[in-house]
């Protein structure tokens, strides 16, 4: 029997040496490792499309590109909700430029000092990111209706629990737990990418059947406004149970589950940066 670790540097539960076993762990660790390349492939692009877009046009001062692109962008005489939408969209490029490197084994185990201070400045800005986010929820007219206001405001909730979760394992120094809390951050604080892609692949191959168009309402949008991190969350925690029962047959079926989330996220960013980062990169 051994142990391993995974992709993303989860501890692997104990395995018979038979082949089968041995199949299924390394199908299990293929599908985990390319879910984590499509993930920290898309969230660069995305970083890279926000500073080139929304950092872009800060810069020389012209926020009437964040009007045009966004629902509700720069609006004059507020201030406060002015400051609360760059520091939702300029920590949001934080989150998802720095988060995937605190899930690499390489980067943990070699530059343990960046770990930890990349560590701490992820979960300040995601902690940023999502009050400014719940602050435009409460003061601004948003779009998604009620539903989404609730899941926007609930995911901001669970991004701090989370957070503080991970940040007070790390400090216990009760490292497996602590990686297992920060799986759970990475996740919950990257639904927003995830609900970007989901929208667009639903509309790909559904039509966007359950969304009204006018309004950004409908049966669709009430189950992705929690469904965004939840739906996440559970393939995670099946995974993690997965791991820990070693079960072969188990590994297969979570392997093939993978491998399936991940091509079709791969499909939804392929699609997004070609119809739409990259034209509104070239744009602004």
Request: aromatic fraction near 16%; charge should be positive.
């Amino acid at each position: 029997m051994n142990t391993g670790t995974t992709a993303i540097g989860v501890k692997t539960a104990p395995m018979h040496n038979s082949k089968f076993g041995l199949l299924s762990e390394k199908s299990l660790n293929f599908s985990i490792g390319l879910w984590f390349l499509v993930v920290i492939v898309g969230q660069w692009i995305f970083t890279f499309y926000i500073l080139m877009v929304y950092g872009g046009s800060a810069l020389r001062g012209n926020f009437e590109v964040w009007t045009e692109i966004l629902p509700v962008g720069f609006t004059p005489g507020d201030p406060m909700g002015n400051a609360a939408l760059m520091a939702h969209v300029f920590f949001a490029a934080i989150i998802n430029g720095g988060g995937a490197l605190q899930l690499i084994p390489f980067v943990r185990n070699r530059f343990p000092v960046f770990h930890r201070w990349n560590g701490r400045v992820f979960v300040v800005a995601a902690f940023i990111a999502s009050l400014g986010g719940v602050y435009m929820t409460f003061t601004r007219e948003t779009v998604g209706g009620t539903a989404l206001a609730i899941g926007n405001v609930s995911l901001a909730l669970l991004i701090i629990v989370c957070g503080l979760l991970a940040w007070r394992e790390a400090w216990a120094r009760r490292f497996e737990r602590h990686r297992r809390w920060a799986l759970r951050l990475f996740l919950v604080v990257s639904a927003n990418w995830f609900f970007r892609l989901g929208i667009l692949l639903w509309y790909a191959f559904a039509g966007g059947i359950g969304i009204e168009d006018e309004t950004f309402t409908g049966p669709f949008i009430t189950f992705w406004a929690f469904g965004q991190y939840l739906l996440p969350l559970a393939i995670l925690e099946l995974y993690l149970i997965t791991r820990k029962r070693a079960g072969m047959l188990a590994r297969f079926g979570v392997a093939l589950l993978l491998t399936i989330v991940a091509v079709a996220i791969g499909a939804g960013l392929f699609m997004m940066t070609a119809g739409y980062w990259i034209p509104l990169i070239e744009k602004y």
